[in-house]
């Protein structure tokens, strides 16, 4: 709880996962591939994180990349047969708590009992949360925008951040770079 005399330290938190999620989201509703360097100003990160994040989707299956002129990076999955949980492994499984315990002085009584209190704690925490994100696919997480976003059905583009020429809005409904 914060508030006077308390500190609250700002802890570093992985958003990979979240910058993946929405990076493959805008991936399945263009009809081609899409660059390194498009993906990477949507991330707002460098092109060579980008490659080295999209490597392991393309290890797990779910993207391809395409060399040269006209190529990138092309989402081959069905978002229905992809979980959160698979993105999450396809990371490397990442942490998901940013909190942990002591370990200043491990022959102490009262520091061991709250260690191992705490522990069990964040092992059942994220047995609930991998638990969840087995339950939710890409394409349940893709219908809580996709229906109600007048930018993109207008052809406005969130990876560019600009509206997109009508000549490539295609009749699908779907975009290409």
């Known amino acids: 709880m914060a508030g006077a005399g308390h500190h609250v330290l700002a802890m570093n ?4 996962l979240s910058g993946v999620l929405h990076v493959l989201l805008h991936m399945a509703q263009f009809d081609g591939p899409v660059t390194s ?3 990477a100003r949507a991330m707002g990160t460098n092109p060579v994180v980008v490659r080295r994040v999209m490597a392991g989707l393309r290890e797990a299956g779910y993207v391809r990349s395409e060399k040269g002129h006209g190529g990138g990076w092309r989402l081959i999955a069905d978002l229905a047969s992809i979980t ?3 993105i999450y492994r396809a990371l490397g499984s990442p942490s998901l708590l940013a909190i942990g315990h002591r370990s200043d002085n491990p022959d102490c009584a009262v520091e061991r009992a709250v260690n191992a209190v705490l522990e069990e704690s964040f092992e059942a925490a994220e047995a609930l949360l991998l ?3 087995g339950e939710v696919s890409l394409a349940e997480l893709n219908a809580r925008f996709a229906p109600k976003n007048a930018l993109w059905r207008e052809g406005f583009c969130m990876i560019t951040g600009r509206s997109l020429p009508a000549k490539i809005l295609l009749t ?5 770079e």
């Open 13 to 16: 938190r992985d958003s990979r």
């Open 37 to 39: 360097e498009t993906l």
């Open 84 to 86: 959160l949980l698979d």
């Open 131 to 133: 638990a969840r994100f």
């Open 172 to 176: 699908n409904g779907k975009f290409r």
